[in-house]
């Protein structure tokens, strides 16, 4: 059993009439109910709610952490921040979506300031598929049409992907690094672009299936920890004279 935890921020949703309408259940609902399978277990956790909801407890549980937020990214803890990155570093996957990209977590693994073009203007987005040989790729085809979405345009400030999976195009004429891996530590990480609160996007089945292969690919692996410092020799070393 996998077991995933969906963070989201869920300040616009109680703000906005018109997030509400689109994401009656939050965008952490809308996030687990197609995340949720047989194979996969997903709980939710909020900002409001105590420690953020991401408790010693829940982080200890979690193999995949979805980090969604915009608005209040600088009313993340700091020390909740960094038990998520030591967990990152010791193996589990975190896949950060759209305006994430500015969180804390996301930021202090990059090192860079992970700033953007961007603007709201009903623009159509269409992400091409950069390397089709990845698993987060799978069972989508050439490219992802988003008929309106929120444009976030290069030059994005992150440090070189290892793999770059997907760059959108967007009708006024940007270009974006749209789906980036990176490992830090023992733990996988994948940024993916679309999400933008006012638009739908997180229904789109093609959007859907990418976010279940991230979190598949993002799984912790099964490695025994390594062993570091000081280290005895495996074979006798002869004396040299
Ligand atoms: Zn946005």
Redesign the pocket.
């Known amino acids: 059993m996998l077991n995933v935890t969906v963070w989201n921020e869920n300040r616009h949703e109680q703000k906005n009439p018109l997030v509400k309408e689109v994401y009656p259940e939050g965008i952490h609902g809308a996030l687990a109910s197609f995340l949720m399978g047989e194979n996969v277990q997903v709980q939710t956790a909020t900002l409001d709610e105590a420690e953020h909801g991401l408790t010693d407890d829940v982080l200890a549980k979690t193999d995949v952490l979805i980090w969604w937020g ?1 608005l209040a990214h600088d009313e993340v803890s700091d020390e909740i921040v960094a038990k998520v990155k030591q967990k990152v570093l010791d193996g589990m996957g975190l896949i950060v979506l ?2 994430g990209h500015f969180s804390k977590i996301f930021k202090t693994l990059m090192g860079t300031t992970c700033d953007l073009k ?1 603007r ?1 203007a009903d623009e159509k987005e269409r992400l091409w598929v950069i390397d089709p040989s990845h698993p987060i790729a799978e069972g989508v085809g050439e490219f992802i049409e988003l008929e309106k979405e ?1 444009m ?1 345009g290069e030059h994005f400030d992150i440090p070189a992907p290892e793999q770059l999976i997907f760059m959108s195009w967007f009708e006024g004429g940007e270009v974006f690094r749209s789906g980036c891996t990176y490992q830090r530590g023992k733990g996988k990480i994948f940024y993916f672009r679309p ?4 638009y739908p996007t997180y229904y789109h089945e093609d959007i859907q299936q990418v976010i279940k292969n991230a979190v598949k690919w993002a799984t912790p692996t099964k490695l025994p920890k390594p062993v570091y410092g000081n280290a005895k020799p495996l074979e006798i070393i002869k004396v040299k004279n």
């Open positions: 915009h759209h305006s961007w709201e929120e976030y999400g933008h609160e006012t």
